[in-house]
């Protein structure tokens, strides 16, 4: 999810772009996921430039960990 987070923010790439360039068949699962890590949508996190979502976070490194979702 962090690369989603980089080519979001730093490419003119389409969410749907995003999703499939990272291996998701499934753009809608893409948005999803992004939304339950983040608590914001993958076009949200883009218009509002929130570079300040880290993964850093316990919560949100639980949460990059497929198993625990």
């Known amino acids: 999810m962090r690369e989603a987070q980089r080519l979001l923010y730093h490419s003119d790439l389409s969410v749907k772009e995003v999703a499939y ?5 499934d753009d809608k699962y893409f948005n999803r996921l992004f939304s ?6 993958p076009g949200a996190f883009r218009k509002s430039g929130e570079a300040s979502i880290r993964l850093s976070d ?7 960990d497929p198993k625990n979702i």
Do not use: N, R, T
């Not at 339950?36 to 949508?41: A, N, P, R, T």
């Open 21 to 25: 360039a990272l291996g998701y068949e």
């Open 36 to 41: 339950k890590i983040f608590g914001v949508s």
């Open 58 to 64: 316990p919560a949100h490194q639980a949460l990059s």
